[in-house]
């Protein structure tokens, strides 16, 4: 893949115009400009975090019975977890849609969209902005703490992503019903970001 320039940010963003509903949409721009301006502030490729953030969630308007049957298709691994959450998958699923479908060959690119919703142990600069800017962006509103994570999020990167694993959990944990199950790689991202604290 060449370098992706300026008309390729446009054509970008008006695929995910046409893919996405208007409210996932306004949501794809508040992630790709807060993840632009991030990596400003993280000195990490700027075009690189405003195309993951435009991306990630490219497959975020598919039914799960679709996001089986892509995954199935195209031999994504589909563990426990997600057979029973399958809007986990939009994560993997829009990662190989950027490839086939939008033409993204950049494993940073890739990786960031592929872990966005759970992270991973390890994570890069791109993945941990991508994560924390889907949290942030300026159409959030229901997330506890809000203002601290949005302060946080330009003040101490790896800060942010505990923070925001650890209110997921919780959240998770206080949710009643099927799609709470907790998704082993959350759990394990955020004993990772733990252990690296101390
Ligand atoms: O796609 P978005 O809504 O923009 O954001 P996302 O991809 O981070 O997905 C957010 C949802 O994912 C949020 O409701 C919490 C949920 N989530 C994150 N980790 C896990 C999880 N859901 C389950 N069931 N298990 C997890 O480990
Ligand atoms: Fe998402
Ligand atoms: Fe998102």
């Known amino acids: 893949m060449a370098k992706k320039t300026d008309d390729d940010v446009r054509k970008l963003t008006k695929a995910m115009e046409e893919t996405l509903s208007g409210k996932r949409f306004q949501h794809t721009l508040g992630v790709a400009y807060t993840a632009a301006a991030m990596a400003m502030k993280y000195e990490v490729d700027v075009k690189k975090a405003l195309i993951a953030g435009l991306l990630h969630d490219c497959a975020k308007c598919m039914s799960d019975e679709k996001l089986l049957k892509l995954s199935e298709k195209e031999n994504i691994e589909v563990t426990d977890v997600e057979r029973r959450n399958p809007y986990l998958l939009h994560a993997k699923v829009g990662a190989m849609l950027a490839t086939k479908e939008y033409d993204i060959d950049d494993e940073e690119i890739l990786d960031a969209i592929t872990y966005h919703t759970t992270g991973r142990p390890g994570m890069t600069d791109l993945d941990k902005i991508v994560f924390v800017a889907d949290y942030v962006e300026p159409g959030r509103d229901k997330a506890p703490n809000l ?30 019903g099927s799609d709470s199950e907790i998704d082993p790689m959350t759990a394990k991202t955020y004993e990772y970001y733990q252990k690296k604290e101390k």
């Open 147 to 176: 203002a601290k994570v949005r302060k946080l999020a330009f003040e101490d990167l790896d800060g942010a992503v505990r923070r925001i694993l650890k209110d997921t959990l919780k959240y998770l944990e206080g949710e009643k």
